[in-house]
């Protein structure tokens, strides 16, 4: 009796702390339900892979150089039949000088090492044109003239493009630098346009005049499309910081525009014809004998810049 009671007193006890701590313990964690234990799954931490390593951006300014000069060609003649005859001969030369060229790009490296780059540019460059007139009218008086004219005007390229970009670190003494090669399509947002006056010539009841008649391209805007390639170095500073220098050639198609003459009422150079009406069937005739104006926007950009390494 004795032993049952102790028995009783036992499983009493037993009992009690089994009371007292067994649901708390079955409802402990235990790292095996996630939804149980309302904890997200391990696999709810992991972030999928960037699909670049790293990205530059870099802002650079320098010289535009064209590579290309064009000479407009107008010649014409007029006279009677077993009479005397003239001409008028018009040459503009139109070139450009370097100017002053920015832009921007952004690169982004693949896991593989190869970059992607996009980034565009702005050049603004001055025209001048340079007329050398010659008339002609032999037997008449005067029998012949030459002058000069200067003209002036505005070529405009905005080009965008999209490169692959490969990269090379070389050393320099104890400085590691970094060199580069970037090469693939542009599209090439132009404008332009060129103004000059001309020399026309004229025959009237056997006498002979010479005219200044102003000439032009009307502002023009049109896109291309071409290529680029460029060649670089860049010079770290810090770990997120680097000097860059470039050189790159944009190339785009060439396009041909029309000089236009313009209608006016003008007196001859020589007081032979006063108040000579050149109107638009002249000037037309005239736009027809002057040869196209030849614009390649292609230029060669030297610049430097900074850099910056995400």
């Known amino acids: 009796m004795e032993n049952s009671q102790r028995f009783l007193n036992l499983a009493a006890a037993a009992l009690a702390v089994w009371t007292a701590l067994g649901p708390r313990a079955y409802g402990q964690p235990t790292g095996q339900d996630p939804v149980r234990e309302k904890i997200a799954p391990k696999t709810a931490a992991l972030t999928p892979p960037k699909l670049w390593e790293r990205v530059e951006i870099s802002v650079f300014g320098g010289l535009g150089i064209s590579i290309a000069r064009w000479t407009t060609i107008h010649y014409s003649e007029a006279g009677i039949s077993g009479g005397p005859r003239i001409s008028a001969e018009n040459r503009i030369r139109t070139t450009t000088a370097p100017d002053i060229f920015a832009g921007a790009g952004a690169t982004f490296f693949l896991r593989?090492?190869?970059?992607?780059?996009?980034?565009?540019?702005?050049?603004?460059?001055?025209?001048?044109c340079a007329n050398a007139f010659r008339y002609q009218a032999p037997g008449l008086n005067?029998?012949?003239?030459?002058?000069?004219?200067?003209?002036?005007?505005?070529?405009?390229?905005?080009?965008v493009f999209l490169c692959i970009f490969n990269k090379m670190d070389i050393r320099l003494g104890s400085k590691r630098l970094r060199a580069y090669l970037a090469a693939?399509?542009?599209?090439?947002?132009?404008?332009?346009f060129a103004e000059v006056r001309g020399g026309a010539a004229a025959l009237r009841d056997e006498k002979a005049d010479a005219f200044v008649i102003p000439v032009a391209v009307a502002d023009t805007t049109w896109i291309s499309f071409g290529a680029t390639a460029a060649?670089?170095?860049?010079?770290?500073?810090?770990?997120?910081?680097?000097?860059?220098?470039?050189?790159?050639?944009?190339?785009?198609?060439?396009?041909?525009?029309?000089?236009?003459?313009?209608?006016?009422?003008?007196?001859g150079l020589f007081g032979e014809i006063p108040a000579f009406n050149f109107d638009a069937?002249?000037?037309?005739r005239y736009d027809r004998d002057t040869s196209y104006l030849t614009i390649d926007p292609s230029f060669i950009q030297l610049a430097c810049g900074l850099k910056l390494i995400f």
Not at 115 to 127: E, H, M
Not at 146 to 152: C, I, M, P, R, T
């Open 112 to 128: 593989s090492g190869v970059g992607i780059q996009a980034g565009f540019g702005y050049l603004k460059s001055g025209l001048t």
């Open 142 to 159: 005067p029998a012949s003239y030459a002058a000069s004219f200067q003209g002036e005007g505005e070529l405009t390229a905005v080009p």
């Open 184 to 192: 693939g399509p542009l599209l090439s947002l132009n404008s332009v």
């Open 231 to 267: 060649a670089g170095l860049d010079i770290p500073l810090s770990t997120s910081l680097a000097l860059t220098v470039e050189g790159r050639y944009y190339y785009s198609r060439r396009k041909n525009f029309s000089w236009h003459w313009a209608p006016a009422t003008v007196d």
């Open 281 to 284: 069937e002249a000037a037309g």
